[in-house]
């Protein structure tokens, strides 16, 4: 074998056992995790660990929280949630996951994560103005991210309503 073809195979095997011990890793956290999840909760702490995570909030005064996604992902809706005066700081940790955050059009988002992936704001930047409601967003990510945005494709708008809806038991 040459010597390419054996950096290959350890940089293979090595991701494949950084692989196994996230997992490992992820299963540990999950049993630890509390979810705060209310849709009116004004600090969430979410997760979607070998899960999704769909969630809409109402807050009236959204400080932030947690959020873990370990090989998993989905959706977190913040659009009909007023910020607290002060701003929120949501603070993130993605291995092998990832999500959509959903914000309105109007609040400022600041972002600071680190790792192997991260997070994009993908919303014009016309639509904002000067001390408008902060939302900052801060934490890990490892082989995943997070993409911030306003707006869903409708079918993506409805598939997240009947699953909040199935959760919750009723139309929300």
Known sequence: MTKVKLLFAALGVGLLVSMVGAAIAALSVKRK?????????????????????????????FRGGQVDLWFGGGVIDLRQAT????????EVRAVFGGCELLVPATWQVTTDVTGIGGAGDG?????RRIGAPRLTVEGSVFFGGFGITSKLPDEAERAIQQEIEQKLGGPF
């Open 123 to 127: 919303r014009p930047d016309d639509e």
């Open 33 to 61: 995790i509390v979810p705060i999840d209310a849709p009116d909760a004004d600090e969430v702490r979410l997760a979607a660990i070998f899960d999704s995570v769909m969630f809409k909030s109402t807050a009236t005064a």
């Open 83 to 90: 910020l607290d005066p002060a701003g929120a700081r949501l």
